[in-house]
């Protein structure tokens, strides 16, 4: 047995030995990558979404913004994604921590040369850049295929006038009164919160505050801080509807941004000690991540006619609102969901000024079924991020399929939402 045992022990030392050098490498490449995307930061507001690793690095990024060219970091982008590359495969059986880690970083600096082409002056197509930026191949529709469903709205609210007319009639009943829409935030952040941690184990500290802002091209942002806080801030340029409440506390917060910035804090940055999660760049296949997650989250979270009966008996009374239509309310809204691929159409078409603004405006109104100052808004997203209005709904789509393959079981989907927003969890692992 001795003659067998030692070269076996023999062998799991080199195993181990070659592991312990691959994640030294990979800690110096995550240093190289945490610089790296600071700097592109610097060149580029809103780039990054959130940083809350070493101040110096950060002064750093500020002195080498100064001196580096974007086709310098392009470059350096180049060659990091190279020298992770050599990490994404060990030829062993299974995933293990190091290639995930390094097949992240190669996905993230992929974006990051993707976004610095179009920092230069470089169009890009849309169905390219969504590709190039998130991961993900973005399938562009025929408008009219939605017809059918949009008769089917049609029936749910019948009357004379155009239908996002009567849509918007409708659900203007449901527009929480400003002054009561702190105390109905408040409920449903708790309850989104409750939920959650009844099946997921966040940090004991973890927090956020709530701001109510305006002039803003979103309808809510979560800046992550660090130490496990979050600022979130509600957008009330326009009316914010009963169904909101929800959507934005689970999107926002529980199990949505807040919960996932903190899980990946504790999980990797902390207990890991994998700096590269520091930071996040907003332009990068995390964001098909966080946002697809924090969109299922609120599914998730209140399966099935759950948020219909909290809202009945919470919210609307909470906010002074009549219950009576909530069903058909409800009801619009999942119809509605239906409809979110038209955005990805529009926004390309908009964008690669195949069509005007107001084109693009009056297409929202009829396949979206928004209000002029809706569809306005929507544009100015369109503006502002271009292909980033991908990851709400395909994400969410794509984050539904994985988490729900682990069958009808609640306990189970939840066990694998976790699993997803603990890891370095790319959109190619759903």
């Given amino acids: 047995m001795q003659k067998y045992l030692l070269p076996l022990v023999g062998l799991l030392a080199v195993g181990c030995a070659q592991e312990s050098d691959s994640s030294a490498a990979l800690d110096e490449i995550a240093q190289d990558y945490l610089l790296l995307q600071l700097t592109i930061g610097e060149t580029e507001a809103g780039y990054i979404d959130a940083y809350y690793g070493p101040e110096d690095v950060q002064q750093r990024a500020v002195a080498e913004a100064q001196e580096q060219t974007l086709t310098d970091l392009s470059r ?75 008769v089917e709205i049609d029936a749910l609210v ?10 918007d009639n409708f659900d203007s009943q449901f527009n929480i009164p400003s002054e009561r829409l702190g105390s109905v935030m408040d409920a449903a952040i708790a309850e989104c919160k409750r939920r959650t941690i009844a099946h997921i184990g966040l940090p004991d500290d973890e927090s956020f505050t709530l701001e109510f802002v305006t002039d803003k ?8 801080q660090g130490g496990y806080r979050s600022k979130i801030e509600i957008n009330t340029d326009l009316p914010i509807r009963l169904n909101r409440a929800v959507d934005l506390g689970c999107h926002e ?69 009549p219950a009576e239509k909530l069903e ?13 691929p038209a955005l990805y159409t529009i926004s390309a078409s908009y964008l690669a000024d195949e069509i005007d603004a107001e084109t693009a405006k009056l297409q929202l109104q009829k396949y979206l079924l928004v209000s002029p ?38 306990d189970a989907r939840w066990e694998r939402m976790e699993k ?10 759903l």
């Fill in 76 to 150: 350096r982008s180049e060659e990091l994604s190279q020298r992770a590359q050599e990490f994404v495969d060990d030829g062993s059986e299974g995933d293990s921590d190091n290639e995930r880690r390094a097949r992240f970083l190669v996905a993230q600096l992929t974006a990051a040369r993707t976004r610095l082409r179009m920092m230069q002056g470089e169009e890009i197509p849309f169905v390219e850049e969504a590709k190039g930026l998130f991961g993900v191949n973005v399938e562009l529709i025929d408008l009219e295929t939605l017809d059918p469903v949009i």
């Fill in 217 to 224: 091209p979103w309808g809510g942002y979560n800046y992550y």
């Fill in 373 to 410: 100052e809706r569809a306005q808004q929507s544009l100015r997203f369109s503006d502002t991020y271009r292909s980033y209005v991908i990851n709400y709904g395909l994400g969410r789509d794509m984050v539904q399929a994985s988490v729900e393959s682990a069958g009808p079981d609640q």
């Fill in 253 to 321: 917060g529980y199990p949505g941004h807040h919960a996932f910035n903190a899980l990946l804090e504790k999980n990797l940055v902390d207990d890991k000690g994998w700096i590269e999660f520091s930071v996040y760049p907003l332009y990068s296949p995390q964001s098909l991540i966080a946002e697809g997650s924090a969109n299922y989250g609120i599914d998730l979270a209140f399966p099935g006619d759950e948020q219909l009966d909290f809202e009945t008996k919470v919210l609307a009374p909470l906010a002074g609102l």
């Fill in 158 to 167: 019948p009357g004379e006038g155009p239908l996002w007319r009567r849509l």
């Fill in 328 to 340: 058909t309310y409800a009801k619009l809204r999942a119809a509605r969901r239906a409809l979110g």
């Fill in 420 to 429: 997803l927003l603990s890891e370095p969890t790319l959109p190619t692992d």
